[in-house]
């Protein structure tokens, strides 16, 4: 049984920095996505990296500012997020997907695998 659980979540100014961490329980082969939601907004996938470390992948609205990786020995997929601006206050998911060029999200018969999310403010 694969879970994820999303942490690091906060009160920031614009300028500051906050590290997201996605803790992953369970054997898969996957790679994991963050993806974010601000209020009457649709999700969306801002980052992406895969099981291997070969391939990561960033949406234009993050990238040069956040960055992804794997910690293989806390089974974390970690978000540092850099130069926070307010309309990247949302909350932030972590999921399974397969990630390359771009992301899709893993779908095992209609199971897929998400976090509940973690809460970002940017705001002074």
């Known amino acids: 049984q694969v879970e994820l659980v999303e942490s690091g979540g906060g009160l920031v100014h614009p300028g500051g920095s906050l590290k997201l961490s996605c803790t992953v329980s369970g054997l898969h082969s996957y790679g994991v996505a963050w993806f974010r939601q601000a209020p009457g907004k649709e999700r969306e996938g801002i980052s992406c990296t895969d099981d291997t470390d070969t391939h990561t992948w960033y949406d234009d609205s993050v990238k040069g500012r956040f960055t992804i990786s794997n910690d293989h020995g806390k089974n974390t997929v970690d978000l540092q997020m850099n130069d926070l601006k307010p309309e990247d206050t949302a909350v932030y998911f972590c999921?399974?997907?397969?990630?390359?060029?771009?992301?899709?999200?893993?779908?095992?018969?209609?199971?897929?695998?998400w976090g509940k999310g973690t809460q970002v403010t940017v705001s002074s």
């Open positions: 999921a399974l997907v397969f990630c390359g060029d771009t992301y899709y999200i893993v779908d095992e018969d209609g199971r897929e695998y």
